[in-house]
């Protein structure tokens, strides 16, 4: 009966590890989707020939440096 009851607490321990690796999981792709979404409408505004006022940045530090030849 001991190693039965090993093997379930065993088995219920990496049930609860996947449901957490797994809510990382999503909480990451979450994330990345309102990084995303929020990049991807701050292009449009900058696009809309109506909102004028929202010109974004003449450069940006990804841009100002070149790479050493």
Known sequence: MY???LHKMY???LRRRADR???AREVLRARRAARRVARDSGRAARRDPANKGAEGPASTDRNRFVHAA
């Open 3 to 5: 190693p039965l009851e």
């Open 11 to 13: 088995a219920t321990e």
């Open 21 to 23: 690796e797994r809510l």
